[in-house]
C-alpha cells in the first residue's frame, strides 16, 4: 500500500494530549511560532491569489483569549512585516500577551471593528481549546465580512464554533474558505457540518509528528484521511479471465432499467476479468446492448466464479431479486466472498428489523447515503446511534459497524467508511455534482469490480476507499468548477483511469 495514501485523523482532544509533553518540556513558544508562519504563509498565498499582492492589502483577525489567539496575533505581525495592513480585534478582555506585544511591535493596530475593504479575515477565536456552544461575536462589520465574496475567510486551526472532535457545530459558526489546521488532520474538520464550515483544509506540520504518531500507534482504532488511492489492483501477467476476478452485479428492474446499465458499465470500466449480471430477461438484453462483454444470466444463484457480488442498485420490489438477496448473503457466508449491499437492498435488509443483524457476513459492506442509515439503524433497533450521527457522524458510523460486525459506508460530501472494530477511513470531497440520480449506482459498479480484483489480504475498508476516490475524482475532473453540469453515464467513462491527483496535505 502506498505510504502517502492513508493520511492519520486526529480528534482535537488527541492533538492536545499529544502536544502535552512538548508544552512541558518548554516547546510551546516554537510550536505557537511554526503555526503562525504556518497561518501567515497561507494567508500570503490567499492575498496573491486574490489582489495579485501582498503589500498594501488588508487583513483582519478575531482574536480570542486563548493560544488561538495567540497564533493569530504572530500570524498578523508576520503578514504586517512583509506590508499588509494589519489589524486585530481582541474579542475577550484577554489576549496572548507575547502574541499581541509581537504584534504591536511589528506596527498591528488594535481595531473594534471590521472594515468592508479587508481582503482576509482571520479567525482566531478558538481552536481546540472549544468548550462547545459558540455565539458570533458582537463586532460591527462581521456579519457582512462573512457574507462578501471579496472578503476571504480563513480558520486558524479549526473555526470557531465547530467541535474538531466529531464535525458536530455550534448554533453560530465562522464558516470559512480555508481552514489552516495544525500538526494533524482533525476529524471535525473533514464530516458533518464541520466539514462543510471548514471549507479546503491545508495541514501545517508544526514539529509533532512523532508524537502523533506514538499516540496513534496506542489507538484501539486507526481513523485515517484518504489522500490518494489507496489500493490499485492491476493484472498480472500471468492473468486469464477467471484469475483476474468476476464481479457479479443484481441490478436492475422493470421499473428501473437503468441502474443496472449504471452499476454494470461502471464495473466494466473499472477492469475486471468478467462482469456478470443477473436481472429479469428484458433488463439484461438491455445491458447486453449498452455492453456487450458481459454475461446475463436469469437464475439468482450466484455464479460458481463470482469472485465478488454486489446487490441492490434499481431492484426495487423485483421478487426474483429480492431472492437474489437471500442468495448472496448465503454465498458470503459460505465462501467469504467480499458482498456490496446498496439501494434497494439495504431497504430490504431494514425491512428484516432487528433481524437484519443476524444475516450480515463480516466480508460485507453496506453502502447507505444519510437516509438509508437511519433507517437501518431504526430497523436494527438502534435509533440512540441515529442521534448520534449528527452529533459525532465518525463515531455513530463506527458503533454501527461494529454492532452489525461488518463494514458500513456512509455516503454524502463526505463518506465515511467503517470496520467493525480495527479501522476508519474518511474522504471528504469537493464535487456537489455527484449529488445526481444514479451516481451511487456507480460507485457501486466500480467498488464490486475493485473487490473482486483486489488481493484476498486488502481490507475490504481499503478497497471501498479506493472506489470512493476514484468516484470522486472522475467528478472533479468532469467538473472542475463544481457547476454540477454531468450526469451519471459522464461519470463512468471518467471513472475509468481517472488521473490520482495526490493531494497529501490539502482537500479541495
Ligand atoms: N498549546 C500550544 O502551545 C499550542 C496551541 N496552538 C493553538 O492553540 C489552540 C488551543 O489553545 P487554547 O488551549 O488556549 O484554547 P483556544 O482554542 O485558544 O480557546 C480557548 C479559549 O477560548 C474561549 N472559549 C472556549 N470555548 C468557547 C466558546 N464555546 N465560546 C467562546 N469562547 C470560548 C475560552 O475563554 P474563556 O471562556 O475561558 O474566557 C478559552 O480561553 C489551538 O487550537 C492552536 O490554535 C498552536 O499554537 C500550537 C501550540
Ligand atoms: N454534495 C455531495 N458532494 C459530494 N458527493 C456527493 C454529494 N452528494 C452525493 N454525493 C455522492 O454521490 C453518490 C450518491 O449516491 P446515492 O445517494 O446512492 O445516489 P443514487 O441512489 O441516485 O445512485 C454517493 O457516492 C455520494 O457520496
Redesign the pocket.
Known amino acids: 500500500m502506498d505510504a502517502e495514501a492513508l493520511t492519520p485523523l486526529y480528534t482535537?482532544a488527541e492533538?492536545?494530549q499529544a502536544?502535552a509533553p512538548?508544552?512541558e518540556a518548554g516547546?510551546?513558544?516554537q510550536?505557537?511560532a511554526?503555526?503562525?508562519w504556518g497561518l501567515a504563509g497561507e494567508v500570503a498565498v490567499q492575498l496573491r491569489h486574490r489582489r495579485g499582492r501582498i503589500y498594501g492589502t488588508r487583513v483582519t483577525g478575531l482574536i480570542?483569549?486563548?493560544?488561538?489567539?495567540?497564533?493569530g496575533l504572530f500570524a498578523l505581525a508576520l503578514l504586517r512585516r512583509r506590508g499588509v495592513d494589519a489589524r486585530a480585534v481582541l474579542v475577550?478582555d484577554?489576549a496572548?500577551d507575547q502574541g499581541l506585544a509581537a504584534f504591536r511591535q511589528a506596527g498591528g493596530r488594535l481595531t473594534q471593528s471590521i472594515d468592508a475593504d479587508v481582503d482576509v479575515l482571520i479567525d482566531?477565536?478558538?481552536?481546540?481549546?472549544?468548550?462547545?456552544?459558540?455565539?458570533l461575536p458582537q463586532v460591527p462589520g462581521l456579519t457582512e465580512a462573512l457574507a462578501r465574496e471579496s472578503t476571504a475567510v480563513v480558520a486558524?486551526?479549526?473555526p470557531?464554533?465547530v467541535d474538531?472532535g466529531t464535525g458536530a457545530v455550534?448554533q453560530e459558526v465562522i464558516a470559512a474558505d480555508l481552514t489552516v489546521t495544525?500538526?494533524g488532520h482533525k476529524l471535525g474538520l473533514m464530516v458533518g457540518a464541520g466539514a462543510q464550515a471548514s471549507g479546503r483544509v491545508v495541514v501545517v506540520d508544526?514539529g509533532m509528528a512523532g508524537e502523533l504518531a506514538r499516540f496513534r500507534a496506542e489507538a484501539a482504532r486507526s481513523r485515517s484521511v484518504v489522500a490518494a488511492e489507496p489500493v490499485t489492483p492491476a493484472p498480472r501477467r500471468q492473468d486469464h479471465k477467471y484469475s483476474r476476478g468476476v464481479a457479479h452485479v443484481v441490478a436492475g428492474s422493470h421499473r428501473y432499467p437503468g441502474a443496472a446499465v449504471l452499476s454494470v458499465r461502471a464495473a466494466v470500466q473499472t477492469g475486471c476479468g468478467m462482469v456478470t449480471l443477473y436481472a429479469p430477461g428484458p433488463v439484461v438484453s438491455l445491458v447486453t446492448a449498452a455492453q456487450p462483454e458481459i454475461v446475463g444470466t436469469t437464475a439468482p444463484e450466484i455464479p460458481p466464479r463470482a469472485t465478488a457480488v454486489a446487490v441492490g442498485p434499481g431492484i426495487a420490489e423485483d421478487p426474483g431479486q429480492c431472492a437474489a438477496l437471500d442468495c448472496a448473503l448465503d454465498w458470503a457466508q459460505r465462501t467469504g466472498g467480499r458482498l456490496v449491499l446498496d439501494a434497494s437492498a439495504l431497504t430490504l435488509l431494514a425491512e428484516r428489523g432487528e433481524q437484519l443483524t443476524a444475516q450480515l457476513p463480516a466480508s460485507t459492506v453496506l453502502t447507505p447515503h444519510l437516509g438509508e442509515l437511519r433507517a437501518l439503524m431504526e430497523a436494527a433497533g438502534r435509533k440512540d446511534l441515529c442521534e448520534e450521527l449528527e452529533a459525532s457522524p465518525v463515531t455513530a458510523v463506527e458503533d454501527f459497524a461494529g454492532y452489525l460486525g461488518c463494514t458500513v459506508l456512509l455516503k454524502g460530501a463526505s463518506t465515511i467508511i467503517a470496520e467493525p472494530r480495527s479501522r476508519t477511513l474518511v474522504h471528504r470531497v469537493q464535487a456537489p455534482g455527484l449529488a445526481t440520480a444514479g451516481s451511487g449506482d456507480v460507485l457501486t459498479g466500480v467498488l464490486v469490480a475493485l473487490a473482486a480484483t483486489a488481493g484476498p489480504k486488502v481490507p475490504l475498508a481499503e478497497i471501498a476507499a479506493t472506489a470512493v476516490r476514484r468516484h470522486g475524482q472522475a467528478a472533479c475532473r468532469l467538473d472542475p468548477q463544481g457547476r454540477g453540469g454531468f450526469g451519471a453515464s459522464a461519470l463512468i467513462e471518467a471513472c475509468n483511469g481517472a488521473a490520482i491527483r495526490a493531494s497529501a496535505g490539502t482537500f479541495d
Open positions: 482535537g492533538v492536545r502536544e512538548l508544552l516547546e510551546g513558544p510550536l505557537m511554526r503555526a503562525a480570542g483569549p486563548g493560544n488561538n489567539g495567540g497564533d475577550s484577554r496572548h482566531a477565536v478558538i481552536g481546540t481549546g472549544t468548550s462547545g456552544g459558540f455565539a486558524c486551526d479549526a470557531s464554533g474538531p455550534a495544525f500538526g508544526i
